[in-house]
């Protein structure tokens, strides 16, 4: 029979003719549905798998209204993603977590407002069943557009606008940022600055925050010490050197990314400063891309976005299943790893 077939892409009604069940029992079968004996669902399986047999995409989706696919939303400009070693490791994570458990990913950049039209349009049109979304900065208006939509959607993040009724996965950037300053007084630093993210950024806002916090319940200066990069090894780089220009006594430094803090390393051995026999350095992410090949090696802030990205999948889920998680913010846990930089 399986011969006869071999022209033709194999059928529902060639799987049940060769298991020997009903067309419906076929159909429970391969769609693991309860009331199927365990010898029916075993023919089925072995016949689809003998025919070389896979379900019509399409024409399931419109039984379930579920297309199988998953839109990964990046609210950043597609050259500043590429280049940034935590958006790749959420998209690779993403992609993985997402095919274990049988989805598609796809990947939506939206690099100015003028393409949030385009990517409402898309998602409206029932294209996939949600989307994962990473919208930081403040005055983005895709979180807004994104809440009046239909479409299930979970952010990676506190986003910069609108994060009322959202459902977020956070980290617990404050109590990261304090974790690492508080680590620098207890290694017996007293002028420490931080060379911060941009603040229209939500986490580049609570790690600064964190950080002030730690030095003014120490009692030490917070002003005119924090100098703000743009998340990158060049901007780390000229915010450090403009903190020295100001405070060349400093004997530590905080930064609010790994890269830079790969900056801030460059900028002090430009100036003859060691690490960290004269200035102490702790980054943010714990980028095992990054902190291993700095020398000195780095002491970071470690966050998991593997544990971002499985709670975020894990709470789509529930909402493209009809059910209503809570709470709708989720806040993760942050450890320092200790290394030579401090």
């Given at each position: 029979m399986a011969s006869s077939m071999s022209?033709?892409?194999?059928?529902?009604?060639?799987?049940?003719?060769?298991?020997?069940?009903?067309?419906?029992?076929?159909?429970?079968?391969?769609?693991?549905?309860?009331?199927?004996?365990?010898?029916?669902?075993?023919?089925?399986?072995?016949?689809?798998?003998?025919?070389?047999?896979?379900?019509?995409?399409?024409?399931?989706?419109?039984?379930?209204?579920?297309?199988?696919?998953?839109?990964?939303?990046?609210?950043?400009?597609?050259?500043?993603?590429?280049?940034?070693?935590?958006?790749?490791?959420?998209?690779?994570?993403?992609?993985?977590?997402?095919?274990?458990?049988?989805?598609?990913?796809?990947?939506?950049?939206?690099?100015?407002?003028?393409?949030?039209?385009?990517?409402?349009?898309?998602?409206?049109?029932?294209?996939?069943?949600?989307?994962?979304?990473?919208?930081?900065?403040?005055?983005?208006p895709l979180p807004t557009a994104l809440k009046l939509l239909r479409v299930p959607v979970v952010f990676g993040g506190r986003p910069g606008t609108a994060s009322r009724g959202l459902y977020t996965v956070d980290y617990d950037n404050v109590g990261g940022a304090h974790l690492a300053a508080t680590h620098l007084i207890q290694r017996h630093r007293r002028n420490i600055v931080t060379v911060c993210g941009p603040q229209d950024h939500p986490a580049a806002q609570d790690r600064l925050l964190g950080w002030q916090k730690a030095l003014a319940e120490h009692g030490m200066p917070i002003d005119d010490r924090a100098e703000s990069g743009d998340f990158t090894q060049t901007g780390g780089e000229a915010a450090m050197t403009r903190l020295l220009e100001r405070h060349p006594d400093l004997d530590a430094v905080f930064a609010a990314s790994d890269p830079m803090a790969a900056g801030v390393l460059q900028a002090l051995r430009a100036h003859g400063l060691r690490v960290p026999d004269d200035v102490a350095v702790v980054g943010f992410d714990d980028n095992p891309s990054i902190v291993h090949t700095l020398k000195p090696p780095l002491t970071s802030v470690h966050q998991e976005p593997a544990a971002q990205v499985r709670h975020m999948i894990t709470i789509l889920q529930c909402l493209i299943a009809g059910d209503a998680p809570t709470p709708k913010r989720q806040v993760l846990p942050v450890s320092l790893a200790i290394r030579d930089s401090t």
């Open positions: 022209a033709e892409r194999p059928t529902l009604e060639d799987v049940a003719a060769y298991a020997g069940v009903s067309r419906s029992t076929a159909s429970r079968a391969l769609n693991e549905e309860s009331y199927v004996s365990p010898r029916a669902r075993e023919a089925v399986l072995a016949a689809a798998r003998d025919l070389g047999y896979s379900p019509n995409q399409a024409a399931r989706s419109l039984v379930t209204k579920r297309t199988g696919a998953v839109a990964l939303i990046l609210s950043e400009p597609e050259s500043k993603v590429l280049n940034d070693p935590y958006f790749l490791m959420v998209m690779r994570e993403a992609f993985r977590a997402l095919a274990d458990g049988g989805a598609q990913m796809l990947v939506m950049f939206v690099d100015n407002r003028d393409d949030i039209p385009r990517t409402t349009r898309f998602l409206e049109g029932g294209h996939v069943d949600g989307a994962l979304v990473f919208a930081p900065h403040a005055g983005d």
